[in-house]
């Protein structure tokens, strides 16, 4: 009998502790681990960007393709429709990029998903952040602002440090008071990779959202080869947490619009990826696999 209890016991102590995942993947509310942007621009014109004055934003993708031919990752400004980036450099430099009708998105949020069989290197996550771009007061219609106020040469709506922050452990995103851990990103689509062949239920990751108090600008808007990195928002990383190489750190992208058509103040926008034996075209993302 004595046996017996000791092999129940083990046999409880193995069992593995399910993944707390969101509870939803579009149509939802999220606060980012540096709190929802208040203002339109760094002029000090205050707007809240929240749906409901909740202090969250509102992911709100509503079919399987809208949104998602937009926005893009990009290793140069040069190439706008960007590239499904894999590198082992735990410090580098990439942009967001807009090739959507929309001239101006007026916030962009950074994704960051962690996963590692290595426990410590989830446990002792840590990346500083530096972004830069342009960011304004909100137009109608989800617009930048006039050309002739945007350009470089006024460099008014031009920031070089929209945000300098360091992110870590603290920053996982949470629900029902535990961290979230799931295999999946948010999207109009269920279950949707977050990385680019991404072998599904493989992974589970750990999420840190970041606001970062930076808008883009598309390249519709005309004149890009004449604004500072091309309009886009550019982002440097530097993960300090020296992980294995076991680890995987994914980079995703989405934007709001305070007054978009039928989205408005809403993040409807992201970066497409595919899972492992899928294809589209258009798809571009970011993942660190150190070496």
């Not at 269920?190 to 589970?204: I, L, R, S, W």
């Not at 075209?281 to 150190?290: E, F, I, K, N």
């Amino acid at each position: 009998m004595a046996s017996a209890v000791v092999l129940l016991f083990v046999a409880l102590a193995v069992v593995p502790v399910a993944a707390v995942t969101w509870p939803s993947n579009n149509d939802t509310f999220i606060i980012p681990a540096n709190g929802i942007r208040t203002h339109g621009d760094n002029l000090g014109n205050d707007h809240d960007f929240s749906y409901n004055g909740n202090g969250s934003y509102y992911f709100w993708m509503v079919n399987g393709t809208q949104g998602m031919n937009a926005i893009h990752i990009t290793t140069s400004p040069s190439s706008p429709y960007g590239q499904a980036t894999v590198t082992d450099a735990t410090e580098g430099t990439f942009y967001v990029s807009s090739t959507g009708g929309h001239t101006g998105d007026d916030a962009v949020l950074l994704l960051i998903s962690v996963y590692s069989p290595t426990q410590s290197d989830v446990d002792d996550f840590q990346v500083h952040l530096d972004a830069s771009g342009y960011n304004w007061d909100p137009q109608t219609g989800a617009a930048a602002p006039a050309w002739t106020n945007i350009t470089h040469y006024n460099s008014t709506y031009f920031n070089s440090s929209t945000l300098d922050a360091t992110f870590n452990v603290s920053n996982y995103l949470e629900t029902s008071g535990s961290d979230v851990l799931q295999t999946w990103k948010f999207a109009p689509l269920d279950n949707y990779a977050t990385y680019e062949n991404q072998v599904m239920g493989d992974e589970n990751f750990k999420l840190i959202l970041v606001d970062l108090n930076v808008g883009t600008i598309s390249t519709t808007f005309g004149h890009t080869s004449d604004l500072d990195n091309g309009g886009f928002a550019k982002i440097h990383y530097n993960i300090t947490s020296n992980p294995s190489t076991d680890a995987k750190i994914a980079f995703n992208a989405y934007v709001y619009n305070w007054d978009a058509p039928q989205a408005k103040k809403t993040i409807h926008w992201l970066n497409r990826v595919n899972a492992y034996g899928q294809s589209a075209p258009g798809t571009s993302g970011y993942l660190v696999q150190p070496s």
